[in-house]
């Protein structure tokens, strides 16, 4: 049986298909430490191997924050050492989730900072409520981003714009963040938990392993020169001729009826 909780810092609910994973650290404003670490490993692991989960929402408790960065407090403990180790723990919980194989949204509900971009970052979509705000703060306590911020806001949103966030330690309203591709959408916040669920219900409608292979697809192939990503797409394509899903979506297309996908 996948391990779907109980935890501790998360809830986390399933429901047709779309699991929700809330971040739940509410006098932190939801802040990450080594505990919420270990549960994010521990949830994501679990619904990696959950075949009837097609797609996932992760967001924050309450209406103010997504997630506040890293716990503050532990940090302001380590020495060098511990540091980087943390940094690439945290690193490798946030790689779990980008490579999961089942598209991620993010419902930014407020304030996404420093660990709490770089969670989203981690996420496939990013959708945001109109108060949220979002930035990489870390310049502010002497620290840079250590959680993938440097590298992946950088390929989001290009180089300036990342290194503005990133040097200023700024935070940016949702508005901004959807004018520069930060997030994709912006709602109110009375309709966020809505449109995300809405998003992540469409895509958990579509093939799960087109779905998987798309997502290596294009992560693969974001670093690498065009001609191999564009190889890497050209043997992904192939791998879904392979499936059965494939052979039921082109049928269903002829049939003028709608698909049944079983992720085979
Ligand atoms: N860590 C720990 N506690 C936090 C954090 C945090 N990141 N953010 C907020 N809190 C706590 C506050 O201390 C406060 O606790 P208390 O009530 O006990 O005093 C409570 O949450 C509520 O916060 P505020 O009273 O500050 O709420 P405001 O509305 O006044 O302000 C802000 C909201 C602007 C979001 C403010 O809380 C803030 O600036 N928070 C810190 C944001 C920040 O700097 N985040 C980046 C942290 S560094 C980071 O993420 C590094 C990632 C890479 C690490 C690599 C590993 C080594």
Same mark, same amino acid.
């Given at each position: 049986?996948?391990d779907?909780?109980?935890?501790e ?26 505990a919420v ?20 929402v ?18 302001a403990?380590?020495?060098p ?18 490579r ?7 419902a ?12 989203a ?9 109109d108060?949220?705000?979002l ?6 306590l002497?620290?840079? %981003? ?7 806001? $950088?390929? *989001?949103? !290009? &180089? @300036?714009?990342? /290194?503005e966030?990133? +040097? ?5 309203d949702?508005?901004?963040a959807?004018?520069?591709g ?7 916040q009375?309709?966020?938990a809505a ?11 579509r093939? %799960? ?7 290596? $697809?294009v *992560?693969? !192939? &974001? @670093?690498?020169? /065009?001609?191999?990503? +564009?190889?890497?797409e ?26 049944t996908?079983r992720g085979?």
């Open positions: 049986m996948p779907h909780g109980p935890f810092n998360l809830h986390l609910a399933v429901s047709e298909g779309v699991a929700t994973v809330t971040v739940t650290r509410p006098k932190a404003l939801n802040a990450l430490n080594a670490f270990d549960e994010l490993e521990r949830a994501f692991t679990g619904l990696r191997e959950d075949a009837e989960v097609r797609a996932i992760v967001t924050g408790s309450g209406d103010k924050a997504f997630v506040a960065g890293a716990d503050i407090v532990e940090l403990e380590l020495g050492e511990a540091a980087q180790a943390t940094s690439a723990r945290g690193q490798g919980v946030f790689n779990l989730i980008e999961c194989g089942k598209p991620v949204v993010a930014v509900n407020g304030f996404a900072l420093g660990g709490g971009l770089e969670l970052l981690a996420c496939h979509v990013r959708v945001a409520s108060n949220a705000r930035g990489l703060p870390e310049v502010t002497a620290l840079i %981003p250590g959680y993938g911020g440097t590298q992946r806001l $950088a390929r *989001l949103v !290009g &180089v @300036g714009r990342a /290194l966030m990133v +040097l200023t330690g700024d935070m940016i949702a508005a901004a959807e004018r520069c930060l997030v994709s959408r912006v709602v109110p009375a309709e966020l449109t995300a669920m809405k998003i992540a219900r469409r895509i958990a409608s093939g %799960p392993v087109a779905l998987r292979l798309a997502m290596t $697809a *992560l693969d !192939g &974001v @670093g690498a020169p /065009l001609e191999a990503g +564009l190889a890497r050209a043997d992904l394509f192939g791998q879904c001729f392979a499936t059965d899903d494939m052979r039921e979506g082109t049928r269903a297309f002829l049939e003028k009826r709608k698909p996908y085979t």
